[in-house]
Antibody, heavy 115, light 107 residues
Framework: QVQLVQSGDEVKKPGASVKVSCKASGYTFTGYWIHWVRQAPGQGLEWMGWINPNSGDTNYVQNFQGRVTMTSDTSISTAYMELTSLRSDDTAVYYC????????WGQGTLVTVSS | DIQMTQSPSSLSASVGDRVTITCRASQGISNYLAWYQQKPGKAPKLLIYAASTLQSGVPSRFSGSGSGTDFTLTISSLQPEDVATYYCQRSNIAPYTFGQGTKLEIK
């Protein structure tokens, strides 16, 4: 069965970086884009961008330009999202999802930014 | 960028009621719209894609309609397990913006 399994929760200090992984199984990893979505505590869903694991092409929402990098390693069917220069308002649950109409989602990774 | 606006932001209804949530796009998006259900502490779950196509395994009491700028999600007979927050998302081109969400509670 299709699964997206994300890395564990993280606590970071302001100014640090975080890299969240999303390991896919149960389907052909290169056949679907991986999207990243975040949700701040008590807030709605915010789309961050996508990566095409087949080509490595990416598209990031303007809000995160320069701070976010999405990559993938097809040999281990894993996508990554790295966010740099972390601020307190980056505290959120970060999700990966398969495809733009996310039919499968990871379980979420809580990133807490606090001094 | 195209904005997605949902209404209402919250709603309370009784078990068995027919419930409708609307989503409006600031520009036409054809039928490129998805609806998600999110329960507390859980990842969103895809309910409907292409505005009106029910995702496999989703109960038939959920339905979607609309095209262009105006869309609706309807629950034909509200059940206790439908308590959740519902989001729409445009799915034509990036940025794939979400609506702000509609929190549904049981009266």
């Amino acid at each position: 069965q299709v699964q997206l399994v994300q890395s564990g929760d993280e606590v970071k200090k302001p100014g640090a970086s975080v890299k969240v992984s999303c390991k896919a199984s149960g389907y052909t990893f290169t056949g679907y884009w991986i999207h990243w979505v975040r949700q701040a505590p008590g807030q709605g869903l915010e789309w961050m961008g996508w990566i095409n694991p087949n080509s490595g092409d990416t598209n990031y929402v303007q809000n995160f330009q320069g701070r976010v990098t999405m990559t993938s390693d097809t040999s281990i069917s894993t996508a990554y999202m790295e966010l740099t220069s972390l601020r307190s308002d980056d505290t959120a649950v970060y999700y990966c999802a398969r495809g733009v109409g996310g039919d499968y989602w990871g379980q979420g990774t809580l990133v807490t930014v606090s001094s | 960028d195209i904005q997605m606006t949902q209404s209402p932001s919250s709603l309370s209804a009784s078990v068995g009621d027919r419930v409708t949530i609307t989503c409006r796009a600031s520009q036409g998006i054809s039928n490129y719209l998805a609806w998600y259900q999110q329960k507390p502490g859980k990842a969103p779950k895809l309910l409907i894609y292409a505005a009106s196509t029910l995702q496999s395994g989703v109960p038939s009491r959920f339905s979607g309609s609309g095209s262009g700028t105006d869309f609706t999600l309807t629950i034909s007979s509200l059940q206790p397990e439908d308590v959740a927050t519902y989001y729409c998302q445009r799915s034509n081109i990036a940025p794939y913006t979400f609506g702000q969400g509609t929190k549904l509670e049981i009266k």
